[in-house]
């Protein structure tokens, strides 16, 4: 089956990330959407900037009209921003018999009642995963994964900046000033902050969050929209003091006589796992009557994590187009002819770290036997704990924590350490993962 | 439209479940999926047991074979468990040009290849997504959320009982003999608990979110898994003074030789989100290459949480059967023609509970007079917290929780404060939400 050819506006942080993801996972898209992707053209504002991806094989133009009307292509991706050129390209692209995705959550949060309707008449799709909360598919999960439940209510941190800004402030005691200088000038914040930390882009997303949990038509006018810039120093320690952390939280809530839509700081309880979500990251928390409170959390921003998006979304639009309608998704992601060979490891393969814990005896000289052991078999150690041994005991508990090694090396380790004279019994381990990302 | 007919096998836990939400929520299901959903047939074993739900207009019968052969019946759901009479039950469905939505995970890891492929010759859909992690939609993030993204490995916590009892173990200095009875007498475990503690069901699911996750077939027979009956007391607590949680984890990673597929107890940094999902809770990390890590939480079992699952398959289906495949999912997850009126609420009408900060004099009556106005618009106070004044400073903070209350009430007693002649320059005022589910 021939590729599917897709256009693209805008090849500034987003459309970069994108054109990098389609490319790199290439291989890996084909097998799960059934079809390649090709990007035929790409329009951007300067065509001699250096880009960090190979461009060779698309046709890069100024005008982006010459994407919105190209013959070939089935998919525009709008990533220009912005709300006025976006809304009148997406309509044309849509009048032209072109399917949309965008990441474009103001576009979506102001526009998208016109915009869905004119995509309905037309018979052409809209997708707009990367509009809310950047790499989670938070728009999936609740108006699919969730569509048995009546949601009750939903509370997101969505704004990336906010929240580096509020982690800040917390664990430094620094006033919101000075975090925002450095937020600048780490790339975490714009020049001009507004958006962000007036919760204007938070606003966005939580409208379009709200109506596809309560089935309401966007009305970006309606919510209530606070900033973070007068939260104190004092207040986030005075907060801490009562069991709380604030977060800049977008909260959306059905009650019987309407919907609050409301972006403003937050208190909320520190055992809450949503109140661990430090730094730039994203997440949502979704209450459903029949589910209960589930939470997606990831990066909400950034070329890749966007791009992780707006590329699943052409994916689900190249299904669409692909495959008849019952086989849309395949069972296992990838297209059954496209399973994999890779073997599953025998666990003396497999590679992790390791928690270590010896009865030994309380002799002198069995930690240098023990650690001889492991030095012999490359193994490094990253914390050693010799415990009090217990009343009368004969032997104290010696706790190791390993790096990273082969099992197989590893079940070697412990054959030899359970040989020594003066170690009693078996050893016990347990893996220890990281899970750093 | 007539309504789409399903038919049930099982009416245990979860088929009661799924009757309870088919039947509350069957309102706002079928603005969701544009087309009502209706329980024509169920297949129980006892016909005479009370049923916690309206069973007047189904069909109840104790032949399966009722079910999987009935003619007006388009989607089959599964949920009497096992893997023999599930398998044949199911194949038969099939073969009947049923659709078929399942939540049993042993069937899937064990038979998935065979059924998947019956289903993909017959041209009928399968859908499991209740199989892992009970109500979190974990299956669609990964197999249409992150498509775009070469995964490069995932970690679960999806066994609740075995997270419950490791919880305890951890909170409470128990052993694992003593919260496991405990965890049988709350219902958490069953009577024999082998599946749950020994990492059985972990690997079933992890199997599955494996092929998924990297292309490869179902093999449950490849997966590695041990239990937590070993872990001791003294275990999680050395882990505890290094700075870990021991969780039973489910970990699949891609190498280049091969995957990792393991289930066993692991230490993981008590930083991680992941290490902070107590209780009966599940959670899984996945980490793409683009999105990088991402977070999926929620409930892992139970009647109305594996029913959110269900239902939202069979939403899935009918979709499929009743729309055209470019609007198959509404923009706005409502049927463009079944969006609601309910207004969004002006801020005065919102409810939430408040902190606030007020500059008072160093004088006597200054707290009284406060708390007098709070009392009498009825607003009562969670907490209250006065602080030292600044040296010099003629003030003292003076900082007060409050419970939920109408933000118009709340309006109205912050003027009332901040025309006292004791209170300096304006309150401060952060909304706090409990955010609890």
Redesign the interface.
């Known amino acids: 089956m021939k590729p599917v050819k897709v256009g693209l506006l805008g090849l500034g942080t987003v459309g970069g990330?994108t054109v990098s993801?389609?490319q790199?996972?290439a291989e890996?898209?084909q097998?799960?959407?059934g079809r390649g992707i090709e990007i035929a053209i790409a329009a951007a504002r300067d065509l001699d900037k250096e880009r960090p991806f190979d461009s060779s094989k698309i046709e890069l133009t100024t005008d982006p009209q010459a994407v919105v009307s190209h013959p070939e292509v089935e998919v525009v991706i709008e990533l220009i921003g912005g709300t006025d050129t976006a809304r009148e390209l997406v309509m044309q692209a849509i009048a032209n018999d072109k399917h949309v995705v965008t990441a474009n959550k103001a576009l979506i949060a102001k526009h998208?009642n016109e915009i869905?309707?004119a995509?309905?008449k037309q018979?052409?799709?809209?997708a707009f995963?990367a509009a809310v909360a950047?790499?989670?598919?938070i728009i999936?999960?609740?108006?699919?994964?969730?569509?048995?439940?009546?949601i009750e209510w939903l509370?997101g941190i969505i704004n990336g900046t906010g929240n580096f800004i509020l982690t800040e402030m917390r664990d430094k005691g620094r006033d919101f000033a000075d975090v925002l200088a450095e937020a600048q000038k780490l790339g975490y914040a714009e020049a001009d902050p507004t958006f962000d930390v007036e919760g204007i882009d938070a606003a966005h997303k939580l409208t379009i969050l709200a109506?596809?949990?309560?089935?309401?038509?966007?009305?970006f006018d309606?919510?209530?929209t606070e900033g973070i810039s007068?939260?104190?120093p004092?207040?986030v320690e005075?907060?801490e003091?009562?069991g709380?952390r604030?977060k800049h939280?977008g909260?959306s809530?059905?009650?019987d006589?309407?919907?609050?839509?409301?972006v403003?700081?937050?208190?909320?309880?520190y055992r809450?796992?949503?109140a661990?979500?430090d730094g730039v990251m994203n997440a949502v928390?979704v209450?459903?009557?029949?589910?209960?409170?589930?939470?997606?959390?990831?990066?909400g921003a950034g070329a890749?994590?966007t791009?992780?998006?707006?590329?699943?979304d052409?994916?689900?639009v190249v299904r669409?187009l692909t495959a008849?309608?019952?086989?849309?998704?395949?069972?296992?992601?990838?297209q059954?002819d496209?399973?994999?060979?890779?073997?599953?490891?025998p666990?003396a393969?497999?590679?992790?770290a390791y928690?270590l814990?010896l009865e030994a005896s309380d002799k002198p000289g069995v930690l240098a036997d023990v650690t001889r052991i492991l030095a012999d078999l490359d193994i490094s150690i990253e914390?050693l704990?010799q415990?009090e041994p217990a009343e009368e005991a004969a032997s104290v508990?010696v706790?190791i924590?390993t790096h990273r090694i082969r099992e197989g090396r590893m079940n070697d380790a412990i054959s030899r350490i359970e040989a020594l004279a003066t170690i009693q019994g078996k050893v016990?381990r347990?893996?220890?993962?990281?899970?750093d990302?």
């Open positions: 990330g993801v389609l790199r996972n890996e898209i097998r799960r959407a998208g869905f309707a995509a309905q018979g052409v799709m809209v995963e950047g790499g989670i598919p999936k999960a609740i108006r699919e994964g969730l569509a048995g439940n009546r509370a109506s596809i949990a309560f089935g309401i038509p966007l009305q309606a919510c209530y007068h939260i104190t004092e207040d005075y907060a003091e009562l709380y604030i939280l909260v809530r059905r009650t006589s309407g919907v609050e839509l409301r403003h700081p937050t208190l909320i309880p809450r796992l949503i661990n979500v928390l209450k459903g009557d029949a589910v209960g409170p589930t939470l997606y959390y990831g990066a890749d994590p791009a992780s998006a707006v590329v699943a052409v994916v689900d669409v008849d309608p019952e086989n849309r998704v395949p069972h296992l992601a990838f059954p496209q399973l994999s060979d890779l073997p599953v490891l666990m393969d497999i590679e992790t928690y814990r914390a704990l415990k508990p706790i924590l016990t347990i893996r220890l993962e990281a899970l990302a």
